[in-house]
């Protein structure tokens, strides 16, 4: 990002180009020494949004870009078919032809659409034919503390619902007491329940205490074979900030020195403007480089920021904003 050069293509790459995550046996010793210095941290997350000055049709394609990356989400109560409908037609068409066409930029889609495991069937249909993978919330979202066995045949129950991902919840407790034997047999086992389907393991970073604890996590769900890390559910009291993902992807990037194997990155809540798409993305380039800003390897879990991607492009092609309930989502 900081050459400020147009991104190389935003259409979605067809398939992950990389072998998927097979975990490895836990070592204790190497998740006691992943740590993080605060201070040091604090410091460079704070240079982050300084460094987007990214300009005219190339930042128009950053955030087209973006748009790729993003797992389009809805997780509320008052779910229905018909939003998760209407939330798939976003996706499959995030951004309007005349839009993209004026900024010279190709059709796309969104990364994926997100949703609880009733919502799967019409999201699947919806999407059918697209290749828009479908993701499922699917171990007791949010808290995870229903019983384990449930929380497994719910993966089990969502995979053969049709859900390409699986977003699990980790056992907060486990990392809160140190118990990393424990939260490494957890996420194995629901590694091995996603059989096929792609797992992104959530931390759930705001209920976690310190950086550190979010390092050692990091560690733990990588070798227990997750193919993604997640901050947040959306629902925790702080969700997805900067000096988290640079503890995350900093744990990314030592995990495939030493094991080889690429483990993608979710950010998710609160991320609801496109300069804070464009500093996360800032972040990936700077932190693990350009293969990280493909969906195959990074993603952003977010319900409303397409809408102001929307209004970011078509201030590009019009000049003016339009107002943010024209961008609905459901
Ligand atoms: O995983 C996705 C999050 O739940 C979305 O959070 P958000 O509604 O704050 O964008």
Redesign the pocket.
């Known amino acids: 990002m900081t050459s400020h050069a147009k991104p190389s293509g935003t259409a979605i790459p067809s398939s992950a180009a990389h072998a998927r995550n097979p975990g490895m046996t836990l070592d204790l010793d190497r998740v006691a020494g992943a740590s993080a210095n605060s201070a040091a941290i604090a410091r460079r997350a704070a240079q982050i949004p300084a460094r987007r000055s990214l300009k005219g049709a190339h930042q128009a394609a950053w955030l087209a870009r973006a748009v790729t990356l993003i797992?389009l989400?809805t997780?509320s109560g008052d779910d229905t078919p018909g939003r998760v409908r209407r939330l798939c037609a976003k996706a499959r068409q995030p951004v309007r032809a005349d839009l993209l066409a004026a900024l010279d930029l190709p059709a796309i889609t969104t990364g994926a659409v997100?949703v609880y495991h009733e919502m799967i069937a019409p999201a699947v249909e919806a999407l059918a034919g697209t290749g828009i993978p479908v993701a499922a919330v699917s171990t007791g979202f949010p808290a995870g503390l229903s019983p384990f066995d449930l929380r497994l045949k719910e993966i089990e129950a969502s995979v053969a619902a049709g859900a390409a991902e699986i977003?699990i919840v980790i056992s907060r407790r486990h990392v809160l007491t140190g118990n990393w034997q424990a939260l490494y047999d957890e996420t194995r086992a629901m590694r091995a329940a996603c059989g096929p389907a792609h797992m992104k393991a959530i931390l759930a970073t705001g209920e976690l205490g310190t950086l550190r604890n979010v390092a050692r996590a990091s560690w733990v769900a990588m070798m227990a074979g997750a193919d993604f890390i997640?901050t947040?559910?959306?629902?925790e009291g702080v969700?997805a900030t900067l000096p988290v993902s640079l503890v995350m992807v900093r744990a990314i990037r030592a995990y495939r020195d030493l094991t080889g194997f690429k483990v993608g990155y979710k950010p998710?809540?609160?991320?609801?403007k496109a300069k804070d798409a464009l500093s996360y993305m800032a972040l990936m380039k700077d932190e693990l480089g350009d293969d990280w800003l493909r969906p195959d390897l990074f993603r952003f879990?977010?319900?409303?920021?397409l809408g102001d991607i929307e209004r970011q492009l078509e201030h590009h092609v019009t000049g003016a904003y339009s107002a943010s309930w024209r961008h609905a989502m459901g």
């Open positions: 797992d989400t997780l997100c977003d997640k947040s559910t959306g629902k969700n998710a809540g609160g991320i609801s879990g977010a319900s409303s920021l």
